[in-house]
């Protein structure tokens, strides 16, 4: 069954991805516009709100496209969205090969939670941002 993402998910979402309508480099040097978009994005580039509010519609749908197409067992609205985030965060590939995602394809989501914390780095170094933000998905994934 194909889910989509709730408010509550593109809240999550909104919550960590501050909107920068000017071009950045994010924690791992890598250009990043919008809402956390980094697509063809080079420094210098700009863009308006409306942009920023599109691509972040289609980057959700790929995240969300997939957790439909890797995530084989039933799971909860709180759990897809908080798969959603984590893999707009931090990437199919990621996802694909992780424990986490193994653990949810096994149905053994106590343990799938725990997985999250487990990705508070950017370039081998803890970011406090990106713990705070992994404990929302595991607090997510757990309601």
């Avoid at 080079?42 to 691509?55: E, F, S």
């Avoid at 759990?79 to 931090?90: P, T």
């Avoid at 653990?103 to 705070?132: H, M, N, P, S």
């Amino acid at each position: 069954m194909q889910m989509t993402y709730s408010q509550n998910g593109l809240h999550l979402t909104e919550q960590f991805e501050s909107c920068r309508l000017v071009a950045y480099l994010d924690g791992k040097g890598v250009p990043t516009i919008a809402w956390g978009h980094t697509a063809g994005v080079q420094l210098g580039d700009t863009c308006t709100q409306a942009q920023a509010d599109g691509w972040l519609q289609r980057d959700i749908g790929w995240a969300e496209a997939t957790v439909n197409r890797y995530v084989t067992t039933e799971v909860t609205q709180g759990e897809f969205d908080a798969l959603v985030d984590f893999v707009f965060n931090c990437g199919t590939g990621n996802f694909q090969h992780s424990t986490l995602l193994a653990l949810v394809d096994q149905g053994r989501f106590a343990e799938a939670a725990d997985e999250f914390c487990k990705w508070d780095r950017a370039g081998g170094t803890i970011v406090a941002g990106l713990l705070r933000r992994r404990l929302a998905e595991k607090q997510e994934f757990n309601t």
